[in-house]
């Protein structure tokens, strides 16, 4: 079955320190991997996004994430939290079929401590 | 180009009424989805449509779901009967074609209560 899988609900960071959110996925074909962001009332904003090449990627707001298809594992990073990234995190999987929908995760919020 | 547009922002109705919502996608975008988010969850998606034609719609709900894209450029989604179960934030995302590469684009999204 396709899923996505976020195992934190709820993680919380210090300003300034240096974030991961995990995400794993199981999927039949070749994945496109997303990660979005949500603030509170808004919709979702990409930050990026794994097609194909090189598995780390770089997205908005100096984040960056990394495929890695041994672990099933799409982990998405910033080096220093600020705290304007306190939001909620979907990570997402589709296929390379015209019109495939994307699967979602259920998320992870990010709170940031000063 | 103001983004994907939803209206309204917010519907409270009563159980067993019909609820309609509109969504303006990002002007020629062909592709149009609609995903329904329910607290603590992510978007679940429900029915896509490339241009006109809507293209998949087995995840519609039940039958009481039904949407539409007359034109090929905004869509309504139509809730008949509501029930309290389909209170939920839904949204609508519009990417461009060809191939699945292109980033959907999502809108802020209409949250529904049902009392």
């Known amino acids: 079955a396709q899923s996505v899988t976020q195992p934190d609900i709820h993680i919380t960071v210090s300003e300034g320190a240096s974030l991961e959110l995990r995400c794993n996925y199981s999927?039949?074909?070749?994945?496109?991997l997303f990660w979005y962001v949500q603030s509170p009332g808004q919709g979702l904003q990409l930050l990026l996004k794994y097609f194909s090449g090189d598995t780390l990627v770089q997205g908005i707001k100096g984040f960056e994430a990394e495929f890695k298809r041994s672990q099933s594992s799409f982990n998405l990073r910033k080096p220093s939290v600020h705290w304007s990234d306190a939001a909620e995190y979907f990570c997402?999987?589709?296929?390379?079929?015209?019109?495939?929908?994307?699967?979602f995760g259920k998320g992870t919020t990010l709170s940031v401590s000063s | 180009d103001t983004g994907v547009s939803q209206d309204p922002r917010h519907k409270i109705t009563k159980r067993g009424q019909n609820v309609t919502f509109r969504c303006d996608p990002i002007?020629?975008?062909?592709?149009l989805y609609w995903y329904r988010q329910t607290l603590g969850q992510g978007p679940e998606f429900l029915t896509y449509f490339q241009n006109e034609a809507q293209l998949e719609k087995s995840r519609l709900l039940s039958d009481r779901f039904s949407a539409e894209r007359p034109k090929g450029s905004f869509s309504t989604l139509e809730i008949q009967r509501t029930e309290q179960g389909d209170s939920a934030m839904y949204l609508c995302?519009?990417?461009?074609?060809?191939?699945?590469?292109?980033?959907?684009?999502f809108g802020q999204g209409t949250r529904l209560t049902v009392v």
């Open positions: 002007s020629e975008h062909n592709r």
């Open positions: 995302a519009s990417s461009p074609s060809p191939g699945n590469r292109a980033e959907a684009f």
């Open positions: 997402a999987v589709g296929g390379g079929q015209a019109g495939t929908a994307l699967i």
């Open positions: 999927y039949g074909a070749t994945p496109y």
